[in-house]
């Protein structure tokens, strides 16, 4: 082994991950299981988080089930008390939960527009928020947000989801100041597409699937274990001088 080789691995470190119910939240959170993680599985159904705790037992992992609503603070914070009393450390938030959906800004109505800011930043920040007080406390800690190409260039019929998501970014750059100093690294992740159940529809239809084919250099979407490998890379020793970055998971997307 070489000095100059950090760790990716993440033994008995508790991680919580948002939305992990399904798609990307699910798959990472059963890849950073595999790294030795504790993992708090949140999600807003306590039986769907239930599902994927069973999931990563099963294979050898460590994890909890808890409820989580990100659209409510009163949620966060009782889950995240939660998770400390019984873990008695939190190191790691990797901020998942979202919503997406096209929509014409013609169309755009207040509840759709509300909808998105309400999980994909609000949700976010007050998940980050909540983390981060038992982080700081210990002076230690990762925020990973999964943010998305979307938040740094325009794609048709994304407007309340681009804007979402490139205040996300935002977040991510003012907490990276904030709290740094205090042990604390924040980041995102920024994916092209990626198959998942939220994209299934989409994705499915060959004509949409082809113009975004496209618009992706390396030639195809994205699979869920390349955002996992990104999620590994900030959240473990590897990561340890990065804040304050949007690392880009997009085949070249945003490259253009
Ligand atoms: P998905 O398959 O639709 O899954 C979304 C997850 O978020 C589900 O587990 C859902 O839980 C959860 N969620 C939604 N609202 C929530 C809330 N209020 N509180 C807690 N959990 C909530 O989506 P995905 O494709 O895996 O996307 C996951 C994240 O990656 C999102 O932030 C998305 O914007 C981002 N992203 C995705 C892509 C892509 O192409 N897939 C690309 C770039 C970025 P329920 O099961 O309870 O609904």
């Not at 603070?73 to 096209?102: C, F, P, T, W, Y």
């Not at 992740?189 to 250099?217: C, M």
Request: aromatic residues 4%; glycine residues 12%.
């Amino acid at each position: 082994m070489s000095e100059h080789l950090p760790s990716f691995r993440l033994d008995d470190q508790v991680v919580v991950v948002t939305g992990a119910s399904r798609g990307i939240g699910r798959g990472v959170a059963e890849g950073l299981a595999a790294t030795g993680a504790i993992v708090a599985v949140t999600a807003r159904s306590l039986a769907d988080a239930e599902v994927v705790v069973a999931a990563i037992t099963d294979a050898g992992g460590r994890a909890r089930g808890y409820a989580l609503d990100v659209t409510s603070i009163e949620s966060i914070n009782m889950a995240v008390d939660q998770i400390v009393a019984d873990h008695g450390r939190l190191d790691v938030l990797v901020a998942n939960a979202g919503l997406g959906a096209n929509l014409p800004a013609l169309e755009v109505t207040e509840e759709h527009w509300d909808s998105m800011m309400d999980a994909n930043l609000k949700g976010a920040f007050f998940t980050a928020q909540a983390c981060a007080r038992h982080m700081v406390g210990a002076g230690a800690g990762r925020v990973v947000a999964i943010s998305s190409q979307a938040s740094l260039v325009g794609i048709t019929d994304h407007v309340a989801y681009s804007s979402s998501k490139g205040g996300l970014n935002q977040m991510v750059r003012v907490l990276a100041l904030e709290w740094g100093p205090l042990g604390v690294t924040v980041n995102a992740v920024a994916p092209t597409f990626i198959y998942t159940p939220g994209t299934a529809e989409r994705l499915d239809d060959p004509d949409y699937r082809a113009k975004v084919v496209e618009r992706i250099p390396v030639g195809d979407v994205g699979e869920i274990k390349d955002v996992t490998g990104a999620v590994v890379y900030l959240a473990s020793e590897a990561g340890a001088m990065v804040n304050g970055s949007i690392l880009t998971v997009d085949g070249g997307w945003t490259a253009q």
